[in-house]
């Protein structure tokens, strides 16, 4: 039946070469931890792949309950947690793997750095890690301030007054972030709900793409 299927949209969309693609792929052998045990330093990117994915799926659970407005958001966030079925466990993967991804993509930019894997001709993928581990910050930072306490606001508080010291364009660049306004307010909360659900996120898709592209065409780069 499955093989039915599976025959009907292959005769009309040609879809072997697709998957054959990947699933034929041959795995250096340097690579390979079973071979060799320090290899297991080439996890490092594809175990902070892994942990983008639960923060996607569990970021998009929450967004069932977060209320981003100044009112509701802290106890949107007070219900999610204490009333909600696994609420918790969902917060918690979510909070939890925020700080563990950080600490995957270090691990993963200290492989690449340690190994020269960045040299010609990965340069361009260097750049573009560069620029996921800008967007990956800017999760943290917009995140942080959602739940809507005290450390919330305070920890924005700094962050924003660091942004602003940056020469000539740093006041543009918190009005940016935070909306017109003297205090963290309305604006500050709606922006970076919009920042952390929408912007970023899209612009980390569209760069991990490009990064996992690249890697194909490229083939990991040799043993030392
Ligand atoms: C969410 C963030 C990232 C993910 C999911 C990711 C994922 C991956 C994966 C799965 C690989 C294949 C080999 C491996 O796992 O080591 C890889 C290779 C690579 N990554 Fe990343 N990466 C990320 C961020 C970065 C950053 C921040 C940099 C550098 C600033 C970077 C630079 C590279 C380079 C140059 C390669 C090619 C390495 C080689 O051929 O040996 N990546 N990445």
Redesign the pocket.
């Known amino acids: 039946m499955l093989q039915k299927m599976y025959d009907w949209v292959d005769e009309r969309l040609d879809i072997t070469p697709l998957w054959r693609d990947i699933a034929d792929h041959e795995v250096p052998e340097h690579v390979n931890p079973a071979h060799h045990f320090s290899a297991f ?6 175990l ?2 892994f942990i ?1 994915v639960i923060q996607i799926l569990s970021g998009m659970f929450l967004t069932m309950y977060y209320v981003p407005d100044v009112i509701n958001a802290w106890e949107s966030v007070y219900y999610l947690q204490n009333e909600v079925a696994f609420g918790v466990i969902v917060r918690g993967m979510h909070h939890w793997g925020a700080s563990l ?1 950080i600490v995957m ?1 270090f691990l ?2 200290l ?2 750095f340690f ?1 020269g ?2 040299k010609k001709p ?1 340069e361009l ?2 750049v ?3 620029l ?2 800008f967007v ?1 910050l800017g999760l943290g930072f917009t995140g942080y301030l959602l739940p809507w306490d005290m450390k919330a606001l305070f920890a924005t508080k700094v962050g924003l007054q660091i942004a602003e010291a940056v020469p000539f364009v740093g006041t543009a660049i918190k009005t940016l972030l935070a909306g017109d306004a003297t205090v963290i307010g309305a604006q500050t909360l709606a922006r970076f709900f919009a920042i952390h659900v929408f912007f970023l996120p899209a612009a ?1 898709l569209g760069l ?1 793409a490009a ?2 592209i690249m ?1 194909r065409k ?4 040799g043993p030392l």
């Open positions: 330093v080439y996890c490092f990117g594809g902070t792949f983008v991804v993509l993963h930019t492989r690449v190994q894997a960045y990965r993928n260097w573009v890690g560069v996921i581990f990956m980390l991990l990064h996992f890697i490229q083939g990991i780069s």
